[in-house]
């Protein structure tokens, strides 16, 4: 191992600790094969005609334990480890046996709608979820993860201060991996999941039980129903949150509106009102733009929070992300 890693560090290489952890941190969250660093790898096997780099990927993914009990989709997993016995056979390396065996075992698996995705954390352990394969799906995008709700997750680990013996109510949880993250690293006192979808609920419990947030041990966590064109001052008041926080929420006209009134309904249901945080990944500048019009014209102001974030979760940060604080006019009253 020391002796690859100087001659990786002599030829302006990554050293291999760092590739392997990439390679782990890209193959849970199925991450895009070309985002791996192959170079790397077929460099080590055309200078050292060995294959203990593939071992070492290997041990850090498909033979990994969390692949064991959360694996990425059957797909996913044959064409990483294909791409692995492409670059071995071409180095003319001898046959790794445990590589063969990882894509047998996964050939002889049916494809499925559904495949896990887990996301390392800094604290340690990951957040695991089961995700659908398809961004759509049963008539909702909330089956997925989008790159708004890591954003915010990144966010919120930077932050941490912001959310800890607080009471959070996230609106639009999806599969729950913001809310999860805040949950294992931030502290809070209490966590609101909700979404209105019943096959998201569902998925959002089953995620929450699956990353051990049974409410025996804090935070206190539930999971709602929360549809914003029905709800109420009441169920907002029950809630009692400090700070509400929503991601990839602002993705279709025909919901901003409801969204602005909900949002209206927070900022001024209690005194103080709590803190609101909006992240959203604007694909759209038209969307997003009249969702932030609307906004303005129901007298809340946003104020948009700079400032990178540490980049903890791999996905893909060509979209312009805005996070931003909301907060009611001077006067605004429901």
């Known amino acids: 191992m020391e002796a690859r890693e100087a001659a990786a560090e002599a030829d ?14 890209w193959f849970f969250t199925m991450s895009r094969l070309k985002s791996f660093n192959w170079k790397f790898v077929e460099n ?3 200078r050292n005609k060995s294959s ?25 997993r044959r064409l990483f480890l294909s791409e692995l016995i492409r670059l071995q056979e071409a180095a003319g390396c001898d046959p790794l046996d ?11 698996e049916a494809e499925g709608s559904e495949c896990y995705k887990s996301y390392f954390l800094p604290c340690g352990g990951a957040v695991s979820l089961l995700e659908k394969v398809a ?28 959310f800890s013996d607080r009471t959070v109510l996230e609106l639009g ?14 502290r809070p006192r209490r966590f609101v999941f909700s979404d209105c979808h019943a096959a998201v609920l569902q998925a959002l419990r089953d995620n929450v039980r699956l990353n051990g947030l049974d409410g025996r041990a804090a935070p206190a966590v539930s999971v709602r129903r929360l549809d914003w064109t029905t709800a109420t001052e009441d169920e907002l008041r029950e809630v009692g949150a400090d700070v509400v926080i929503a991601a990839d929420v602002v993705y279709d006209p025909d919901v901003a509106h409801s969204l602005v009134e909900l949002l209206r309904l927070v900022l001024t249901r209690s005194s103080p009102p709590p803190a609101v945080l909006v992240c959203c990944a604007v694909r759209n500048p038209q969307t997003y733009g009249g969702f932030r019009r609307q906004l303005e014209s129901r007298g809340i102001q946003p104020e948009v929070l700079d400032g990178a974030v540490s980049h903890v979760f791999p996905y893909d940060r060509l979209s312009h992300m805005e996070l931003i604080r909301l907060t009611a006019a001077d006067g605004l009253q429901v």
Do not use: M, N
């Open 12 to 25: 302006g290489a990554v050293a291999e600790p760092d590739v392997l952890t990439d390679f782990q941190r």
């Open 135 to 162: 961004l759509i799906s049963e008539g909702t995008t909330g089956l997925v993860t989008w790159e708004a709700a890591l954003y915010l997750a990144e966010w919120a680990l930077d932050h941490r201060e912001f």
């Open 44 to 46: 080590d096997l055309q």
């Open 173 to 186: 949880s999806g599969v729950g991996l913001t809310g999860v993250a805040i949950c294992r690293s931030c």
């Open 52 to 76: 203990e780099i593939i071992s070492e990927i290997l041990k850090q993914t498909c033979l990994h334990p969390l692949c064991r009990s959360f694996p990425p989709s059957v797909r996913y």
């Open 98 to 108: 445990e590589l063969y065996d990882a894509l047998g075992e996964v050939v002889g």
